[in-house]
């Protein structure tokens, strides 16, 4: 595992710079590299002073120019244990993520604040990439005497899954299927983007959390407080203040109350809740935000409209949908339980703007359901299967036999393995994911999940204007913006179109 904080400046182009004109002297380096984290750090003293000092922000920065680096620490630390800690967002940092599994890359991916981007399964053979070998303790936290040996006889299994994905892939499964099978050590390589705050708070979650009974998680976390403790030092004390509190009281509790713990995967989306009236809702949103009326004068215009013009109703909301800036979508809300596979999980928890609960790696998910992609279901289901089958069966070896705690044997996950996930958006968001994931060139799971939300939509009543302007820009708008790449539908939906404008002419 590697990370590393990528500076505004590459200091290895400054330092072979300053030697071509003569200047070889690694304390410049040193002072400029300085410089970068004085910089950032007056950002934050400088906020931390705005609301409370007179002057203008220009005033108050050259205030804090004068201050050292050291000042604008303490400056910063003391409006931050004051409880104002949003000073902290103005301090915007960028890691190199380098060999880490997706464990980690799921658990980023659940600060909804942070910006990353991930090396693609679909594109990219990952049969040579490596994985992660956590050490093995009891249940009780304890190194087992077998460690080494255990270690051993999984490394020699996981060459035994990556073997089985470079099968797939020479049968002829495209990459976007075969990844299906590998385990859920492999290594990802990650950018990530956060500001200081998200910083403070995933540090927090990571080293004293229940995050943090898994050791990679731990590890990635203590790595980041280092990595803070130079370069951010005034969100220190809020994480070291910090108590530890590891356990899941929740899961705690429920486990209490509920003894039947079996499942199914879902078959399909299931919308389990919704704003009512979503159709006038949008639309008498619309008339609100431009006239200032009261709700009940906006009521009176629409249905007026609407007695006046049949056409008004579908007309207001495409101009909403395709040339406004939508925010009146954002008034209505819509929940969903969407059965998913791991290996497209990331398709969906990349939109950022909605809430997603998704289960924790502890307890391990039922490794006997999983997702069976349409081709390998022609080509090699029986091989398929086997590989789920015979990975179960070794989870169990390993937690019995060896008396295992869950924690290090979630890397047994198979990315083809399904939760549950629930997610709640409004309708801003639904319409942004269902404009890519309905379109052909989408990853055909998720194109297979938007059609599944689409539909749970057309039987709710109320939604029926809201549901027609949703889809592919092929369908609704009657473009296509993949140019070159495009799938060919959009000829085809025009020529049907110039069809049926004939024969309206005969």
């Not at 925010?327 to 928890?349: C, G, K, M, R």
Request: hydrophobic content about 35%.
């Amino acid at each position: 595992m590697e990370i590393e904080l990528l500076g505004a400046l590459d200091y290895k182009k400054i330092e072979d710079l300053l030697k071509s004109k003569g200047i070889d002297n690694p304390e410049v380096i040193e002072e400029i590299k300085n410089l970068e984290k004085y910089e950032r750090t007056l950002k934050v003293a400088t906020a931390g002073k705005l609301s409370r000092f007179p002057g203008s922000v220009f005033d108050i920065l050259k205030i804090n120019q004068e201050a050292s680096f050291d000042d604008n620490v303490k400056f910063a630390k003391r409006v931050i244990k004051m409880g104002h800690d949003s000073i902290t967002d103005h301090d915007y940092l960028v890691f190199a993520i380098k060999d880490v599994s997706p464990i980690i890359e799921q658990t980023i991916i659940a600060e909804r604040f942070a910006s990353f981007t991930i090396k693609s399964r679909r594109e990219v053979d990952f049969s040579k990439v490596g994985f992660y070998t956590p050490n093995f303790h009891d249940k009780l936290g304890n190194l087992i005497e077998d460690n080494d040996k255990v270690r051993e006889e999984y490394q020699e299994y996981m060459r035994y899954l990556f073997k089985k994905y470079d099968d797939l892939v020479k049968l002829g499964i495209p990459l976007e299927d075969a990844r299906f099978v590998l385990p859920y050590a492999y290594h990802s390589n990650i950018m990530m983007g956060i500001d200081a705050h998200v910083l403070k708070d995933m540090i927090i979650k990571f080293t004293k959390t229940k995050y943090a009974r898994i050791s990679e998680i731990k590890e990635f976390g203590e790595k980041l407080k280092d990595i803070a403790r130079e370069n951010v030092p005034y969100i220190m004390d809020l994480i070291e203040d910090k108590p530890i509190r590891d356990k899941d009281e929740v899961l705690e509790y429920l486990n209490k109350q509920i003894s039947n713990r079996e499942y199914k995967i879902l078959d399909k989306p299931k919308l389990i809740s919704c704003s009512k009236n979503i159709d006038d809702t949008i639309l008498i949103g619309a008339i609100m935000r431009r006239y200032q009326f009261s709700y009940d004068e906006a009521v009176k215009v629409y249905k007026n409209l609407k007695d006046e013009n049949k056409e008004f109703s579908y007309e207001l909301m495409r101009k909403i949908v395709f040339q406004g800036d939508k925010l009146e979508l954002t008034q209505v809300n819509f929940q969903f339980q969407i059965p998913i596979s791991f290996a497209v999980l990331t398709h969906l928890t990349r939109h950022r703007t909605h809430d997603i609960l998704i289960p924790d790696f502890v307890p391990i998910v039922d490794l006997e359901q999983y997702k069976i992609p349409p081709k390998v279901r022609f080509k090699c289901l029986e091989e398929y299967e086997e590989i789920f089958r015979k990975n179960n069966e070794v989870f169990l070896h390993f937690k019995n036999d060896y008396n295992i705690r869950e924690e290090d044997l979630i890397y047994f996950t198979l990315s083809g393995n399904m939760v549950n996930v629930v997610t709640n958006m409004n309708g801003k968001t639904l319409e942004h994911i269902l404009r890519l994931r309905e379109c052909t060139k989408a990853q055909w799971e998720t194109r297979e999940m938007a059609y599944g939300m689409h539909e749970e939509l057309n039987k709710e009543l109320g939604c029926e204007i809201f549901s027609k302007v949703l889809g592919p820009t092929c369908v609704t708008e009657m473009f296509c913006g993949e140019g070159k790449e495009s799938c060919g539908r959009i000829k085809q939906i025009l020529e049907l179109k110039k069809k049926d404008k004939k024969a309206r002419c005969l």
